[in-house]
């Protein structure tokens, strides 16, 4: 069994989810991820690395995270802190002496007899509701040997494993590590033209395309194909239709549209980074949302009934 390059980090462990799978859930998200989409929802997940990360709407201005840093990379402006990522190396010296809470690290290891009893705590209600854990990030795949310990133990307790991922990950191992333990796959799918796909996410989708059609025909049964919807980009109207035909080709894979939410900005901000000025925009209407599905639901249905046919 090959080593893995980096220990796995984890930005947050969310409990009493209730969007990431069946039931109650606790999410946990790892960071790093070989894409690096432009409307990412989560961009604290992009960089496999910590971060530091600040909260605007928390930060008194005492101006105590200046005394301690080291770097001169913060400094106390009006009552407000200003971070200079360039000088910033993310040592976390600051976060330990905020009284608010405002500034903290993005990113923290878990060992694997550390985080499964964490998952745990929550099982009753897992147990009541036919929740479980779902495994987000970032991509949890690009740790297959962590991952794979987590796996066996919670499937040993009997809770049901809900993975989302990008699918940009090495089949091998995902099939023989992975999949035997995972109850749902949420598969990303963002675009099917590969030169468009490669402008949003920085990456071509041969391979994610190729791990697709591989999980629709080795475990149907565990796939869900997940679709985001954000206007100007995936929502145009000739991505929505190549989708849905690829997904219509298919033998009875369901799928989910999950509309893009503005949250990203406000992350993007605390963590010093700039995304595109046109995310601001790219808010679905509740009619547009409405539009999307019914021609994404017909597109699905008619490529089936050819496909029967035939």
């Known amino acids: 069994m090959r080593s893995e390059p980096l220990q796995p980090l984890i930005f947050d462990i969310h409990r009493y989810a209730l969007d990431d799978g069946p039931g109650i859930r606790t999410t946990v998200f790892f960071k790093g991820c070989p894409l690096a989409c432009v409307w990412c929802h989560n961009p604290e997940g992009v960089s496999a690395t910590p971060e530091l990360y600040y909260h605007l709407q928390k930060c008194i201005g005492c101006g105590d995270c200046a005394a301690v ?10 009552g407000q802190v200003v971070i200079d990522r360039r000088r910033c190396n993310d040592c976390g010296d600051c976060t330990g002496v905020c009284p608010a809470t405002a500034l903290v690290i993005k990113g923290r290891y878990y060992p694997v007899d550390e985080l499964v009893p964490t998952l745990c705590q929550d099982k009753r209600f897992f147990d009541h509701s036919g929740g ?22 919670l499937k040993a307790l009997g809770i049901h494993v809900v993975l989302q991922t990008c699918g940009h990950f090495d089949w091998p191992r995902f099939h023989h590590q992975l999949l035997p333990y995972v109850d749902l796959i949420y598969f990303d799918i ?8 490669h402008q949003w996410t920085g990456r071509s989708n041969a391979t994610i395309l190729t791990n ?28 929505v239709r190549a989708i849905a035909g ?18 990203a900005i406000i992350k993007n901000a605390a ?12 808010i679905l209407s509740p009619a547009d949302y409405r539009r999307i599905v019914k021609t994404f639901d017909a597109i699905v249905s008619h490529s089936r009934q050819k496909r029967d046919q035939s």
């Open 212 to 239: 697709l059609a591989r999980l629709a025909a080795s475990a149907p049964e565990k796939l869900v194909c997940s679709v985001p919807l954000v206007d100007w980009f995936t929502a145009r109207e000739d991505n």
């Open 69 to 78: 840093c080291k770097r001169n990379a913060i400094t106390s402006e009006a």
């Open 271 to 282: 963590l010093g980074k700039t995304p595109p000025a046109a995310l601001h925009q790219q």
């Open 190 to 197: 963002k675009a099917i033209d590969v030169h468009r796909h």
């Open 246 to 263: 690829h997904i219509g080709a298919m033998v009875g894979v369901p799928y989910r549209l999950n509309a893009y939410h503005p949250g």
């Open 132 to 153: 479980g854990v779902t495994f987000s990030g970032g991509e949890p795949t690009l740790h297959p040997d962590y991952l794979e310990q987590v796996l066996v133990q």
